[in-house]
């Protein structure tokens, strides 16, 4: 119930406009018909939803996409930007060795959005859920400013202890699963104003991140694991102070695309910055105490030391990735 | 990672705004130092939280609180806000009969917000959960036009079956627990420009739902749940949809507070409208096949019927409570 003021809509319009349709009327045609996994033992339309969590915990983490800083419309389609939203929380599941169970979202959005635009946000965040075997089991419309999605996931450890930062030991292999850079260029491209290649700007617009390769990560003995969210040094730079560690990333391991290459050289700029500092691909980089598991690359090593990460040895120069409000 | 190119602010200045202090540096503030209950197993800092789930299942829900609508920072204090925001998710949680386990929130708000208008959301938010005997195990900050506040709530069911809102039955009584009116009452005299009575104001700023009334209705055989956040006109509709019944709400047994009886004399209007159509309070009410349990007041009976429900035996003249977006 709102504090403001501000009356509803005339309704003898066309229902276009989340105004038109209400909230309870946007949450219909948002759930119906939608087929819901095993594990949503209650799904949406009550005070709650419930969700099996067999081993007797809940993996659960949120992550806040706004409008304007993590997506723009006339950029992606409403649906990449769901997918993206799922995306970058089934990627926090999987970084703990775990298997995803659910998603809910909390959604605000102007009372003019276009009730198409919401559906398309519907279906990119079911379509991202269903690849990774989940249903949105619950949310929340409200109207506001501007569109935030916050997406919670819920995930399953399956009787696994979980991989967290930090447990990195000096001679562990650092090895990374999934792509890194190609989101990087893809807004590179984007905010000079082109809109291809589609192989880079489309990275952007929809993250693939290798959700199995998390809980195959947890089964091979991984020590520590992040997703690569803020890019490469930024979130091995959280791995490195959890842990209390030294971590070494090693360039020549780390193998430039041709296709990144080729929109590299066509922007003037160094490919190698977008795979260090790049983020939003949600790749997953782990530490093993011996040789990583098949599908991982191998791209640098962890030794006793100050809780920092070096680039062939040596401090990087510039910037290790994004924090959202810093200073430096 | 954003796709906007604004830069971060300048570091020499105090450390007052988000901006200053950054994503992770807010973080690290308002998760110093906090104790966790023991069913938090992996509290924040980490990509995920891991939380018990002690009977294989895992109550969730999403609410969200946007600012200009949901409240005023005029109005209310930021730790109310978080309080507000915590209590709209435990009730929901409280509404399925189950006890919550954590909380995890994501926030987006502009970069000039105060650092301690933050760490008061942060204060409320805490202190709610810790009321409720839980704990805040995560969430994420991103920069926004306007502060939004959507938290997931999680909880466990205790071996129990969830009560749903489907599950009224002819010749039940309809019961509530907790307080109405109060919060519609404390937003009416804000909006004619008054401060007080406190009572009244208060009940908007910081709702107080029973939570153990919950888990207690379960135990006693509650049939159908629902928190009052709505309405509780609006509210019940649900549960008459829901089970396919009709509800009767009798005003005699809707004793109206001589606090609110005073405050609706002043402003000339009729509290029984708070007392049915008023939300926020998140009162519970639910249906029992015998008597209430107590603690529990009887206000209706359920009857087989259109899924409808009505007041004194006649249909309700007026609205029956907020839909956010709604048309009529």
Redesign the interface.
Known sequence: ?????AS????TEAMNT?????????IRRVTADRVQPPST??GP??????????????????????E?????LD?SAPDQVGRKAAAANL???A??G?VPT?L?????CP?DTPVEALEGLAEGLWAEAASAGVGV??????????I?L??????S?EGRD?V???GAQPGDVVALCGRIGW??AG?DV??RGFRSPGAVVNA?RVPEPPYAAGPQAAQAGATS???V???LLADLAHVAE?SGVTIDVSTAALAIPPRLAEVASALGVDPLGWLLT???DHALVATFPGAAPEGWTVIGGVSAGDPVVLVDGAPHEGTA????????
């Open positions: 119930m709102p504090t403001s003021s509803p809509s005339e309704g989340l105004g038109d349709v209400g909230e309870f009327g946007l033992l209650l339309g009550d005070d709650s939803a419930v969700v099996a969590a067999p081993d007797g915990r809940v993996v659960a983490c949120t992550d806040v996409l706004v304007g800083v993590h997506f723009r950029w990627a926090d599941i970084a703990m775990a659910a809910l979202v909390g959604l605000a009372r089991v619950g949310g929340d419309v409200a109207s506001g400013p501007a935030v916050s997406v919670t996931a819920l995930g450890l979980a967290t930062r930090a989101a990087a807004l984007l905010h952007h694991m992040i997703d969210s803020d890019g959890a790049g983020g939003d990735g994004w924090d959202h409000f810093a200073t430096s």
